[in-house]
């Protein structure tokens, strides 16, 4: 008897614990404090504001998009994917107030990365290995992924149909842009501060041109 096991269409998500950030958090904080217009929210659409216009003049948001990319690239070296010849960069922010939350989408990319700078306080770790999770119970601002396989979760021998992340401020999750994902309601007094990054993935022009560069 010969038995082969197989895990076809994994979803790779990486997440990043950044440390001594709340120098950076602060100063990201104060800067929508005192410029509440630079909050773009969520925002699928090709003109949407592109934070990374203020990299040259805000160090903070320089640092934030180092971090981004030093995500991406630990995101790319776990796929094993070496050919892009650059990266297309979409920032922006998310800066909710009590009891508001996010729908579910997903975002027009290669790529998300998501940065906190300000969450709830929790002790839980960002992600439970363990399948225990219930979907309905809907914490405080918890990032629900939303398992990309269309109805997975209508198949009993379904493991796991979504992952939780309770966020923490320096945390940073990479994943696949057509994964659907939703933020519950945030429940603190003060405004909860996420960015987004949109990474698409430029290629080379030719198929010669692709392994050139291999
Ligand atoms: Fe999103």
Not at 14 to 30: G, K, R, S
Not at 112 to 123: E, K, L, N, Q
Not at 205 to 211: I, L
């Amino acid at each position: 008897m010969e038995v082969t096991d197989y895990a076809f269409f994994p979803t790779r998500v990486v997440t990043i614990q950044f440390p001594d950030t709340e120098p950076l958090n602060a100063e990201l904080c104060d800067l929508f404090e005192r410029r509440p217009e630079l909050d773009d929210r969520f925002n699928l659409h090709p003109d949407a504001q592109n934070l990374l216009r203020l990299a040259d003049t805000v160090p903070a948001i320089e640092q934030l998009r180092s971090k981004f990319i030093t995500g991406a690239k630990h995101w790319l070296d776990a796929e094993g994917i070496a050919g892009p010849e650059g990266i297309d960069l979409l920032l922006f922010s998310n800066r909710s107030c009590r009891g508001e939350s996010t729908v579910v989408h997903n975002h027009h990319a290669d790529l998300i990365g998501i940065y906190y700078a300000r969450t709830a306080d929790s002790d839980r770790q960002p992600i439970d290995p363990a399948d225990g999770e219930d979907y309905f119970e809907a914490g405080d601002g918890v990032l629900l992924l939303h398992d990309p396989r269309f109805n997975a979760n209508l198949t009993t021998v379904c493991h796991r149909d979504h992952v939780k992340v309770v966020p923490r401020p320096g945390l940073m999750l990479i994943f696949p842009a057509y994964v659907w994902h939703s933020v519950t309601p945030h429940r603190g007094e003060f405004h909860r501060l996420s960015f987004a990054m949109n990474f698409t993935l430029r290629w080379p022009a030719s198929p010669a041109e692709y392994h050139s560069l291999k």
